[in-house]
């Protein structure tokens, strides 16, 4: 638990916010640097377990809610990407809340990501992986460090995060984007949302 405390409260003094920064090459490299730290960059393919603490804080309509984070379960899946345009592969982490009722996954690949919710039986994403695989989620900082064959990914919220339900009703509907839009409901992460992902290699 103190390493936890330790390992969060390091992040937050380094971690700086995207909020009302022009994305230039400094930016760039050292989201860059930062990716490469993770310990699992080199690792092909591949099933790891691990742990999730921490909480976010959303809006859903006039609704706040905070979704607890405790020791919950985490899968990270390594998949190889045999082209290895951007990135050797794509990381996804999957874990739920405490109390197993809302599912949360987040995918990376070289800087694109992706972070995904299923909240009362509705999927709400934000990001892209595509193009150039060059552009995170602004205003969701993620760091990684690690001790001993274990990593800490921490995801942190620095500015409001629209995540939308525009994408899985393109897919079940088959429907163009902008139809999609209309459609579509929205939940909104607030900042200060932390989650510390904890994953033995």
Not at 51 to 75: A, C, M, P, R
Request: charge should be positive; aromatic fraction near 8%.
């Amino acid at each position: 638990m103190k390493q936890t405390i330790y390992v969060l409260t390091l992040t937050l003094l380094t971690l700086t916010s995207a909020f009302g920064q022009t994305v230039n090459d400094s930016i760039y490299n050292s989201w860059w640097a930062n990716k490469d730290k993770s310990i699992f960059q080199t690792v092909d393919k591949g099933t790891f377990s691990g742990t999730t603490n921490g909480y976010i804080q959303l809006k859903d309509g006039k609704d706040t809610l905070v979704l607890d984070f405790q020791g919950s379960k985490t899968t990270l899946t390594v998949t190889h990407d045999p082209n290895e345009m951007y990135d050797k592969s794509t990381k996804k982490y999957s874990t739920q809340t405490t109390s197993g009722k809302t599912a949360l996954t987040y995918e990376i690949y070289a800087l694109a990501n992706i972070l995904t919710i299923n909240l009362n039986g509705l999927t709400y994403r934000i990001g892209i992986i595509d193009g150039a695989s060059d552009m995170p989620i602004l205003g969701l900082n993620f760091n990684y460090c690690s001790e001993k064959g274990t990593e800490f990914l921490t995801l942190l919220v620095t500015k409001p995060l629209e995540l939308t339900t525009t994408r899985e009703l393109m897919k079940q509907k088959n429907i163009t984007y902008p139809e999609a839009q209309k459609l579509a409901k929205t939940i909104t992460i607030l900042p200060g949302s932390t989650l510390i992902l904890t994953i033995k290699k």
